[in-house]
């Protein structure tokens, strides 16, 4: 099945340094991928959508010079964590729809990745 | 704006009890509802749902989706202590294909 690589799995970083999170698609070919955050005890939130050849989209609230999305290619988006504080730890992941095998295939979510910022 | 309420937020059982886990929605353009499964990380897929009134059925777990009172409900039957986890009900919207979560379920299987 559609299988969706997140990496790396977890980071420790100071505060004031960046952090780059890659989500791959291994067999198919994403135009699309999300980035969700989540916070202990809280549900997925939505941060951004990563497009393929062109900006992000971002949700409200979310800040795109804090948080910046790269989606070069149709199996790789990268999201970028800048100068990143204490507050920025989170659990962060990835998501990408398979739709050009099937139209209605469900979201398939990397292994998310566990920022912790010191 | 498109939103997910799951109740109850929390449910302790005991191992063989039955449990119905609640989802309903508000979305502008309904194309799916998903219901997935969260452990210690990220969340697995069960089902996804996009008629209603057709019952899906997976082992002990079972969905159904009812689009004219804009719910679904989640059961798992006989349940065990690796149940235990975090049950996310989300809604797609048809035309961002975004997915917008509920708060969650934690569900609390005791021997």
């Known amino acids: 099945g559609a299988v969706v690589s997140q990496h790396p799995s977890w980071v420790i970083c100071k505060s004031g340094t960046s952090v780059k999170i890659e989500c791959r698609s291994l067999d198919f070919q994403a135009t699309t991928m999300f980035w969700y955050r989540q916070f202990p005890k809280q549900s997925l939130m939505l941060m951004a959508t990563?497009?393929?050849?062109?900006?992000?989209?971002?949700e409200q609230g979310v800040e795109k010079d804090k948080f910046l999305i790269n989606h070069a290619s149709l199996t790789l988006s990268t999201l970028t964590v800048t100068s990143a504080h204490p507050e920025d730890s989170s659990f962060y992941i990835c998501?990408?729809?398979?739709?050009?095998?099937?139209?209605?295939?469900?979201?398939?979510f990397g292994n998310g990745t566990r920022l912790t910022v010191t | 704006e498109d939103k997910v309420v799951q109740s109850p937020l929390s449910l302790v059982v005991h191992e063989g009890d039955t449990v119905t886990l609640n989802c309903s929605y508000e979305v502008t353009n309904f194309r799916s509802l998903l219901w997935y499964k969260q452990e210690k990380k990220a969340p697995t897929f069960l089902f996804m749902l996009?008629?209603?009134?057709i019952e899906k059925k997976s082992g002990r777990l079972s969905s159904i989706l009812d689009k004219k009172e804009l719910f679904s409900i989640l059961n798992i039957t006989a349940t065990q202590t690796g149940d235990s986890a975090i049950y996310l009900c989300?809604?797609?919207?048809?035309?961002?294909?975004?997915?917008?979560f509920g708060k969650g379920t934690k569900l609390t299987v005791n021997p």
């Open positions: 998501s990408a729809p398979d739709r050009l095998s099937s139209y209605n295939s469900p979201l398939h």
């Open positions: 990563s497009n393929e050849g062109s900006k992000a989209t971002y």
């Open positions: 996009t008629s209603s009134g």
């Open positions: 989300a809604v797609e919207d048809g035309g961002s294909e975004k997915l917008v």
